[in-house]
């Protein structure tokens, strides 16, 4: 097939079956386990990780991004 005479309409149809309808199933699948409760949500963090005065939370990423 030569691409100058690729209709759009097709190729359209191309795009949604190979990107759109995929990402549909992953999601309806994700849906179903967190309604049967197979999936819960991650606990909070305790409060001590969240705290202003931890060293390892500071703005500049510390060791995370290379600085020291």
Known sequence: MDKASANPLLVSLFFVVRC????LIMLGISYLLKKF?????????????????DTNNNEQGGLVHGRS
Do not use: K
């Open 20 to 23: 759109v309808v995929p990402l």
């Open 37 to 53: 409760g197979l999936i819960i949500e991650p606990p909070a963090p305790p409060p001590e990780y969240l705290s202003e005065d």
